[in-house]
């Protein structure tokens, strides 16, 4: 998972020398440690290319296009889906927003 421990790194220059860059943290605190195991598994779905491209497509689009393919998507995505309609997080894809 993520540390909250600085990481420095190494910068590599023309004439050969080198020399530490600032340190940068990796997490902003604890909340990004902690994750849903249902917002986990749908990550795995998103991640998962078995199951075609996930960029433009709610994760229910995805799941019934993958059902239609006879891709087999796994029910439990859709279980999770159904119980969480409304909320975002879980509707859209991992890209959502970012692409």
Do not use: N
Not at 30 to 38: D, I, N, R, W
Request: glycine share 6%; charged share 30%.
């Amino acid at each position: 998972l993520f540390t909250q421990y600085p990481i420095k790194k190494t910068v590599s220059f023309e004439h050969g020398k080198k020399q530490v860059a600032p340190a940068v943290r990796v997490s902003k605190g604890p909340e990004l440690v902690s994750v849903v195991p249902e917002e986990a598994v749908l990550k795995q779905f998103d991640l998962d290319s078995t199951y075609g491209p996930c960029a433009g497509l709610t994760r229910m689009e995805r799941w019934e296009r993958a059902q239609r393919h006879g891709l087999a998507p796994p029910a439990e995505i859709r279980e999770i889906l159904l119980q969480h309609e409304k909320d975002t997080a879980y509707t859209e894809c991992l890209w959502y927003e970012r692409i």
